[in-house]
């Protein structure tokens, strides 16, 4: 699977038209899914309707749930490290509690 990186956001343009061309370049070129780094999710369902792949957004802490990703379009969830660092996070509480309480 070949999931292409659209970049536009994350080097700070706002809107959709660059995000789109370059979407629709890499799925003309092969991608089976694209993933447009950082972009809004209030342009989430425009991008998701634009290209004939599947849709990749990253999940963050605070932001809209795997659900309501999906109801914006979205077909694939990517959590980033965000996952892990939730989950270093916890052992580390464990590890904490156990040298307390020990």
């Given at each position: 699977?070949?999931?292409?990186?659209?970049?536009?956001y994350?080097?700070?343009?706002?809107?959709?038209?660059?995000?789109?061309?370059?979407?629709?370049?890499?799925?003309?070129?092969?991608?089976?899914?694209?993933h447009?780094?950082?972009a809004?999710?209030?342009?989430?369902?425009g991008?998701?309707?634009?290209?004939?792949?599947p849709?990749?957004?990253l999940?963050?802490?605070?932001g809209p749930?795997?659900?309501?990703?999906g109801?914006?379009g979205?077909?694939?969830?990517?959590?980033?490290r965000?996952?892990?660092?939730?989950?270093?996070?916890?052992l580390?509480d464990?590890?904490?509690?156990?040298?307390a309480?020990?």
């Amino acid at each position: 699977m070949v999931n292409a990186r659209v970049d536009t956001y994350l080097y700070g343009d706002r809107g959709t038209e660059q995000a789109i061309g370059r979407a629709l370049l890499y799925t003309e070129a092969g991608a089976d899914v694209v993933h447009p780094i950082l972009a809004p999710v209030p342009l989430l369902p425009g991008l998701a309707d634009a290209v004939d792949v599947p849709l990749n957004a990253l999940h963050r802490p605070g932001g809209p749930d795997p659900a309501e990703l999906g109801r914006l379009g979205v077909k694939r969830v990517t959590f980033g490290r965000g996952l892990r660092q939730r989950a270093t996070a916890a052992l580390h509480d464990i590890a904490r509690s156990l040298t307390a309480n020990g």
